[in-house]
């Protein structure tokens, strides 16, 4: 029987790499969308081009009886929508949780309520483990590193939201896990590190490797929050996709699950003195950045322990960073007119 698909957020960043992938395997897909992010448009009509097996439903996730619609006669639910930068979690903190933690019981409870007992598959963060204050971190000439975590950070660790985005993403979090205690509904959750690839249209609020490099190929300024010497692991989206179909592949064996999901050790890298040396080399040229204060909730040091995901899904990043940014600049530099065309939010 032909599985039918629901991706909220599906015109996003990674709905609509993982969307695409979906209908290239011959997949019908639903997207659900409230195309309020930068971008989403142009990665609506993209996938509109791709394939007559994409159906598009416009509808936020704060719409219980619109979500009930959408999840109605679904067999498998990726909730990819979400409110995604802290800095506007901290300047609007209840359309936050409206969108992260009550958007997500809507998809929750409209799944248990179909009586289909869909497979739900959420994007959830590294941000749910708050700041770390107690992890012991040592600052070297180009970056932050973990001094006893060789392998990073684990699902044992203890959750601690910092943020108004931690809350309403850490509440959806756990209410995911709960559900699939409770309610026996088949779900997996993924604490995601830095996501980054083609199709990401990087802000300085979210995506920080994409905005870097749209930023420099525009001549646009660019602003370092704290030192630059911050370290994230990075993961290909195309990596990512691939976790994705792996964990519906084995839900009887991963249903239930928590999943830390990234580039993991061999993948990390410091967001500006590391990465900018990357730009640099593929610009030719000296970038001219200005610095600013710290974040709320910016971790110096974080990169995730992926040895779960590998023991349980099978799974391991096979896109190297260098290789993926070059992508990345590739497909930023071929597609200047997505950037520069002037787009406004749906209300």
Same mark, same amino acid.
């Given at each position: +029987? ?11 960043? @990674? ?11 011959? #997949? ?32 936020? @996730? ?53 009586? %289909?007992?869909?497979? +739900? ?10 700041? +770390? ?10 970056? *932050?590193? #973990? ?17 108004? *985005? ?8 756990? *209410? ?11 779900? @997996?959750?993924? %604490? +995601? ?31 370092? #929050? ?75 040091? *974080? ?45």
């Amino acid at each position: +029987m032909t599985k039918r698909i629901l991706v909220t957020g599906g015109a996003g960043f @990674v709905g609509s790499n993982l969307t695409s992938n979906l209908l290239s395997d011959g #997949f019908d897909v639903t997207v659900f969308d409230a195309l309020l992010r930068r971008g989403s448009q142009e990665n609506l009509a993209w996938l509109q081009r791709h394939s007559n097996r994409l159906h598009f439903v416009k509808g936020d @996730v704060r719409n219980f009886e619109a979500v009930k619609n959408a999840v109605a006669e679904v067999d498998i639910i990726f909730h990819l929508a979400g409110q995604v930068a802290v800095t506007s979690s901290v300047g609007d903190p209840r359309s936050d949780f409206e969108i992260n933690a009550l958007g997500t019981l809507n998809i929750l409870e409209a799944a248990r309520q179909s009586g %289909r007992q869909p497979i +739900m598959v959420f994007t959830s963060t590294n941000k749910v483990y708050g700041g +770390m204050e107690d992890v012991p971190v040592v600052e070297e000439p180009s970056r *932050y590193i #973990f001094t006893e975590l060789p392998n990073g950070i684990s699902e044992t660790r203890p959750l601690d939201f910092h943020s108004p *985005y931690g809350c309403s993403k850490g509440a959806a979090d756990q *209410y995911v896990r709960d559900y699939a205690r409770i309610y026996r509904l088949p779900t @997996v959750v993924f %604490r +995601m590190s830095c996501i980054y690839g083609p199709r990401q249209f990087g802000t300085e609020d979210q995506g920080w490797i994409a905005h870097f490099i749209i930023s420099v190929l525009n001549g646009r300024p660019i602003t370092i #929050f704290g030192n630059g010497k911050q370290v994230r692991d990075v993961l290909f989206v195309d990596d990512l996709v691939r976790a994705f179909r792996l964990a519906i592949d084995k839900i009887d064996k991963v249903g239930g699950e928590v999943f830390n999901i990234g580039g993991g050790p061999p993948n990390t890298m410091s967001i500006w003195a590391e990465f900018g040396e990357f730009v640099k080399e593929l610009s030719g040229r000296n970038i001219l950045v200005n610095f600013d204060d710290w974040r709320p909730g910016d971790q110096p040091c *974080y990169f995730s322990d992926i040895r779960k995901a590998s023991e349980l899904l099978d799974w391991r990043p096979l896109i190297d960073k260098a290789t993926g940014v070059r992508r990345l600049w590739e497909w930023a530099s071929s597609n200047l007119e997505l950037f520069e065309r002037s787009w406004q939010p749906s209300t």
